[in-house]
Every structure is written in structure tokens, then in C-alpha cells.
């Protein structure tokens, strides 16, 4: 159902729902011997589904495999595409630094396996989706050289109908984690002068293992938290510390004018409160003073 304009902001023109670093093993083994990370995919994608048919792409933004097994993307396969297919969203997945370019390739994208970088444009809706390949084979930073920023500068030359979205593993941006540090992507010079004064919108990353937001070349950028375990922001200073919990995945907005990215926890978890679309329909049918009152108004007050 249409999302109705019950204020100033009508409704988003599209919609990506971001999922990042499911981190998948063989077997759907658990991830350090703790974490379940097939049951929170599935959790995850229970949740996507409720939303019914407003999510215009699925876009994973790496590490969908640990060690890059072919057994571990069946598994991230299986658990999204069918999703997808009942929703009708484009599923867009971008490489991360533990996943393995040949592999990946072939089962993820069904094309002939190779280690050459994992570029891909995706149109959605008249939004154009870059999936940018920032890895470095035999390690974990970020890294983007002049044939990988080439190849982005050609995908960005004619604008889009409704503007780029650029989606890659390791972000250009800050990180309170010291040791992440070592870990960031270089090349991140080139890749400004690359993206400035382009239709670009937005910025989508993760490897983070945490929900964040910042800016880069004056783009937003939006990092999406894990679906396998979170880093503790609140560990002890020097120190790197992945829990099992705090799982979330992102709902990206697009407006005419601007974008709102949000994040959603992933359960199981109890609600403590419940309005639902009855009430809605009530709410909709009412002039605009008379939501106030029906709604707004605080109880007890005349």
C-alpha cells in the first residue's frame, strides 16, 4: 500500500534496504564457535519481508561469506533470493574483504569464476547502483587503484535519471577503532576528485561491524551495522571487541530532495507498543486539525 502523506514529506521515491557482513560459514557453523549467523540472516530477512513490496533493491555491502566458501554463499543465496523474488527488489550483492573474488563471482553472480574486480551497475527504478569492488586480494584493507577508479568515473559520466548511489565494502570514513585504521581504504584522494561535482547521492559501506553516518567529498555516507556480531564502541580504550549482539541491518530513503537512512535492530525482541493499520485508516480518513486532535493531543488535556 501506497505510504500515505499525512505531513510535509511525501513518500520516498525509492527504497534500498542495506544488509552488510552476514559473515557465513560452511554448514551455517557458528562464528567463533558463539554467534549463529544463518539464524540471524533468516531473522533478518523475516523482517525485510513484513515490508511487502516498498523495497526497491537489496543491496549487501560484503563479507557475505567468512572465509569465502561456496557453501557459505549458497547460504546467503537461499536465504535472500527468494526473498527478493516475492518482494520484487533487485538484490545487489558488493564484495567485502573476507569474501573470495572467484568464488563470490560464481555463485553470488553465476558467471565464469575469476579474480578480477567485482564492478557492477545496477538501475533501479531510474536510481543508478554502483557495487564497487574495494578489496585487496590476501588482505583485509580497502584499496581502490586507478583501473578500479576509472572504471567508476565511466559510470558516473552520464548522470541518472534519479542520481548514483555508490555501494562498497570499506568506507571513506572516520573510525573511533584504532586498529580499523589499518584496515581503511587507501586510494581515498583519487576517489574524491572522482565522485566530486557528480550526481552521486550517497555513500554506502560497511566492515565496520557498527551503524554510522559522515560525509565524504560532501557526499552522505552510511555504514550499515552487522547481521553477524558488533563491534563494542564501549570496550575498554585500545581494544577490539566483537559481540554477539546489537545486530542490525539499514532502510535507505530516497527523496527528490534528500536521503534518510535509519537503522533496524534485528530481533527477536518484544514491541512495547502497538498501533496498527486500523488506526491508520482512521487517521487518514480525518481532516488535518482532526489528526491532531485524534492523535497529537496529549491525553488528559482539553
Known amino acids: 500500500m501506497q505510504h500515505p502523506q499525512l505531513g510535509r514529506y511525501p513518500a520516498a521515491r525509492q527504497v534500498i534496504a542495506q544488509i ?12 567463533g564457535g558463539v554467534a549463529d549467523t544463518v539464524a540471524a540472516l533468516a531473522q533478518t530477512s523475516a523482517q525485510l519481508e513484513r515490508l511487502g ?16 566458501e561456496p557453501d557459505a554463499y549458497r547460504l546467503a543465496r537461499a536465504a535472500l533470493e527468494p526473498v527478493a523474488e516475492r518482494m520484487g527488489s533487485r538484490l545487489v550483492w558488493v564484495m567485502g574483504n573476507h569474501d573470495e573474488r572467484a568464488t563470490f563471482r560464481s555463485e553470488l553472480l553465476g558467471e565464469p569464476a575469476s579474480d578480477a574486480p567485482v564492478h557492477r551497475v545496477v538501475e533501479v527504478e531510474g536510481l543508478r547502483i554502483i557495487a564497487l569492488d574495494s578489496t585487496v586480494p590476501g588482505y583485509h ?19 541518472a535519471e534519479h542520481g548514483a548511489v555508490i555501494a562498497l565494502h570499506h568506507a571513506p570514513i572516520a573510525t573511533p577503532l584504532a586498529l580499523m585504521d589499518v584496515l581503511e581504504l587507501r586510494g581515498q584522494d583519487r576517489l574524491a576528485e572522482v565522485v566530486r561535482g557528480r550526481d552521486v547521492r550517497l555513500i554506502l559501506g560497511g566492515h565496520l561491524h557498527y551503524a554510522t553516518n559522515g560525509s565524504f567529498a560532501g557526499i552522505p555516507v552510511s555504514v550499515a551495522g552487522a547481521t553477524a556480531y558488533t563491534m563494542d564502541l564501549s570496550a575498554t580504550p585500545r581494544n577490539l571487541v566483537g559481540v ?56 488528559g488535556t482539553e
Open 20 to 31: 552488510s557482513d552476514t559473515h557465513l560459514l560452511h554448514g551455517g557453523a557458528p562464528l
Open 53 to 68: 513490496g516498498s523495497i526497491d533493491a537489496i543491496v549487501v555491502t560484503g563479507d557475505v561469506a567468512d572465509l569465502g
Open 141 to 159: 584493507h580497502g584499496e581502490l587503484d586507478d583501473a578500479s577508479l576509472d572504471w567508476l568515473a565511466a559510470a558516473l559520466e552520464v548522470p
Open 244 to 299: 554477539d549482539g546489537g545486530r542490525s541491518f539499514s532502510l535507505v530513503h530516497l527523496y527528490p530532495d534528500g536521503v534518510v537512512t535509519s537503522v533496524v535492530p534485528v530481533g527477536p525482541y518484544s514491541p512495547v507498543t502497538t498501533l496498527d493499520g486500523g488506526f491508520l485508516d482512521e487517521i487518514e480518513s480525518l481532516a488535518p486539525e482532526a489528526r491532531l486532535e485524534r492523535f497529537s493531543r496529549k491525553l
